[in-house]
Nanobody
């Protein structure tokens, strides 16, 4: 199983980014997908999850600003991030679980002016 995350970068406060996580080696249609993030000096935290059926949940800190989605034909999960704040700066990881947990390599998001 491989999860390849992309889409990070440097953005100004108030800007937007879309992260992508392409999965391979797993039946994407039946697994939940999640995005986590880890800021410098902090623990990794769950940002958003989407079930195989498309139901989404969010951490309170990103509700109304971030949207998680998935395209089963492309085997890809997305995280649309709007109204970004400096405190959103972190390495973002995609994750799935099928018997065991799998992590992508991570993509760095830096929100700074």
């Amino acid at each position: 199983v491989q999860l390849q995350a992309s889409g990070g970068g440097l953005v100004q406060p108030g800007g937007s980014l879309r992260l992508s996580c392409k999965a391979s080696g797993i039946n994407f249609n039946i697994v939940n997908m999640s995005w986590y993030r880890q800021a410098p000096g902090k623990q990794r935290e769950l940002v958003a999850s989407i079930t195989a059926g498309g139901s989404a949940t969010y951490d309170d800190s990103v509700k109304g600003r971030f949207t998680i989605s998935r395209d089963n034909r492309k085997r890809t999960a997305y995280l649309q991030m709007n109204s970004l704040k400096p405190e959103d700066t972190a390495v973002y990881y995609c994750n799935t679980f099928y018997r065991v947990g799998y992590w992508g390599r991570g993509t760095l998001v830096t929100v700074s002016s």
